[in-house]
């Protein structure tokens, strides 16, 4: 039997907003009775324009925020932050990355002070077994021991990412939310970054939540594909069958809209504008 590692079930999400000296409050519904769920090892990408509300959700799928409807199970546990406290071993279940990582990173701590941190505040490890856990995590991702010691700013934007995503590693998390994680990155270190990911997911098992507007990449890396349009789930299928034959017009309109990069698609350009 497949494990569910995370079952949402018609998440709402409501904010109040107020209408200033005139208007009057308002309740804004950015969410809007979505569900789904996400098997152990595989990858959901959630795609969509600026506020579709993707982020909103994964403020949910984080432990960040409470739905006001619906029911969130990590692990086939029912999670209710608005009314239970979570408990430490819950948190460490769920690890966010996000699109910047320099602004996730302490400027005036080292690396391996930034590695063990995690470790310091929800374990019993002594010293000398974080520092060994921190070193072979930043092995783990394509770094090296010397940069064991080094601040942030010494480090590419690729570089920083990877610090990042061993960062979210090292309490050994069930799933992994990654928010536009290589949007700011040059293609080529988009590529790098993306096989690592895939890399670590086989190594250790990883579930991912994957949240992203660049469809190329959701191509690349996702296993199921879930579209919103105005907190809706529009679509949401596999990968394959999404990509292949998408049923509804905002999928067919969002596909349409970005550009394909792939050789045969340029020279089918190039003939057009020659004709």
Partial sequence: ???????????????????????????????KGVSFSVEKGKTLAIVGESGCGKSTLARIITLIDAPTEGELFIEGKKVDIARERLTPEMRQKVQIIFQNPYGSLN????IGDVLGEPLLINT?????????????????????AKHFNRYPHMFSGGQR??????RALMLNPSLLVLDEPVSALD???????????ADLQDEFKLTY?????????????????MVMYYGEAVEYGSR????????????KT??????????????????KKAA
């Fill in 161 to 166: 990412q990877r610090i990042a995503i061993a």
């Fill in 107 to 110: 400027p005036r701590q080292k």
């Fill in 187 to 197: 293609l080529s270190v988009q590529a790098q970054v993306l096989n690592l990911l």
């Fill in 209 to 225: 939540v994957f949240i992203s507007h660049d469809l190329s990449v959701v191509k690349y890396i996702a296993d199921e594909v």
């Fill in 124 to 144: 019993n490890k002594s010293a000398a077994e974080r520092r060994d856990l921190a070193m072979n995590m930043l092995l783990k991702v394509g770094l090296e």
């Fill in 1 to 31: 039997m497949t494990e569910k590692v995370l079952e949402a079930r018609n998440i709402v999400r409501d904010y109040h907003v107020g209408g200033g000296i005139f208007g009057k409050s308002r309740n804004l519904r950015a969410v």
């Fill in 240 to 251: 394959d069958a999404v990509f292949s034959n998408p049923q509804h017009d905002y999928t």
């Fill in 254 to 271: 969002l596909f349409a809209a970005t550009p394909r990069a792939d050789v045969a698609s340029i020279k089918a350009r190039l003939a």
